[in-house]
């Protein structure tokens, strides 16, 4: 069964410093790789996904995310942080096989920012 | 930009009351979803619905819970007989071709 592990709970970062939130998943194959950023009250909304190919994707609001196989991780990063940023970020996985595509979500990152 | 539509935004029930929670897709997608949250926990998948039949549910859901597409544009999550632990935010999600899920803004269940 795959699985989603994001090993911080809580992160706070000043404004315009940068960022790191990690991600590790556990799949047999290459999966499908997500992050969604989830601001109070408010839905999910996608940042960036992984497919294939490049294994450094862009995403919107500045955030971008790499994928390694070798150490099975797909960490979202930023390079200067705005505190509108401030919400919660998971990371989710989707498998390959066509019958099988619901997502797996890790238990998220909340990010605070400071000023 | 289309966008998942969810309604009500906010239910309040009895326990033992049935409720049910509708959704409308992007237009042009083929594969449902429905997740929910319950309040400090993570995203946790329930079902998900093709070509007018479930494709795959999770242990959550169980013979309470029931999907439906009654036309051509929503999409409904039916709980028979809310209990307390039913309580959550509901998030609808639908896909196309693309393996993008896109998430509604979701309906927070309170069973009282």
């Known amino acids: 069964a795959q699985s989603v592990t994001q090993p911080d709970i809580h992160i706070t970062v000043s404004e315009g410093a940068s960022l790191e939130l990690r991600c590790n998943y556990s799949?047999?194959?290459?999966?499908?790789l997500f992050w969604y950023v989830q601001s109070p009250g408010q839905g999910l909304q996608l940042l960036l996904k992984?497919?294939?190919?490049?294994?450094l994707v862009q995403g919107i609001k500045g955030f971008e995310a790499e994928f390694k196989r070798s150490q099975s991780s797909f960490n979202l990063r930023k390079p200067s942080v705005h505190w509108s940023d401030a919400a919660e970020y998971f990371c989710a996985v989707g498998a390959r096989d066509t019958g099988r595509r619901a997502l797996t979500f890790g238990s998220g990152t909340r990010l605070q920012v400071q000023p | 930009e289309p966008e998942v539509t969810q309604t009500p935004s906010h239910q309040v029930t009895q326990m033992g009351q049935e409720v049910i929670l509708r959704c409308v897709p992007i237009?042009?997608?083929?594969?449902f979803y429905w997740y929910r949250q319950i309040l400090g926990q993570k995203v946790e998948f329930l079902v998900s619905?093709?070509?007018?039949?479930?494709?795959?549910k999770s242990e959550i859901f169980d013979d309470q819970f029931s999907v439906e597409r009654p036309d051509g544009s929503n999409f409904t999550l039916k709980i028979r007989s809310t209990k307390l632990e039913d309580s959550a935010m509901y998030f609808c999600?639908?896909?196309?071709?693309?393996?993008?899920?896109?998430f509604g803004p979701g309906t927070r269940l309170t069973v009282l």
């Open positions: 799949y047999g194959a290459t999966p499908y």
């Open positions: 237009s042009n997608h083929l594969y």
């Open positions: 619905f093709y070509n007018n039949e479930i494709s795959e």
């Open positions: 999600a639908s896909r196309g071709e693309n393996n993008e899920q896109f």
């Open positions: 992984y497919f294939s190919g490049d294994t």
